[in-house]
């Protein structure tokens, strides 16, 4: 399984950025597949989620300003962020779980700054 995040970059206060993911080696439309971010000396946390089904859920900190979506058809899930604030500073991986494990993309760089 390969995961390929793209998207990321320098933007400021209130705007918008979209990151991608494109995943390679699974069966990817029966896959639920999350966006987690990790801003410098602090956890790994989890943004936002997307079921094979369409069903989501997001992190309370970016509920109204971010939306998860995906193309069954690309094997990409989009994580669309708008109204980007100085804290949403982080590295951004898409992730997954599938055959009893976990696996990562790469992580793109998300900085919000004037």
């Known amino acids: 399984v390969q995961l390929q995040a793209s998207g990321g970059g320098l933007v400021q206060p209130g705007g918008s950025l979209r990151l991608s993911c494109a995943a390679r080696?699974?069966?990817?439309?029966?896959?639920?597949m999350d966006w987690y971010r990790q801003a410098p000396g602090k956890q790994r946390d989890l943004v936002a989620n997307i079921t094979s089904g369409g069903g989501t859920n997001y992190a309370d900190s970016v509920k109204g300003r971010f939306a998860i979506t995906r193309d069954n058809a690309k094997r990409t899930v989009y994580l669309q962020m708008n109204s980007l604030k100085p804290e949403d500073t982080a590295v951004y991986y898409c992730?997954?779980?599938?055959?009893?494990?976990?696996?990562w993309g790469q992580g793109t760089q998300v900085t919000v700054s004037s």
């Open positions: 992730h997954l779980f599938t055959r009893a494990r976990d696996f």
């Open positions: 080696g699974t069966s990817f439309k029966f896959n639920t």
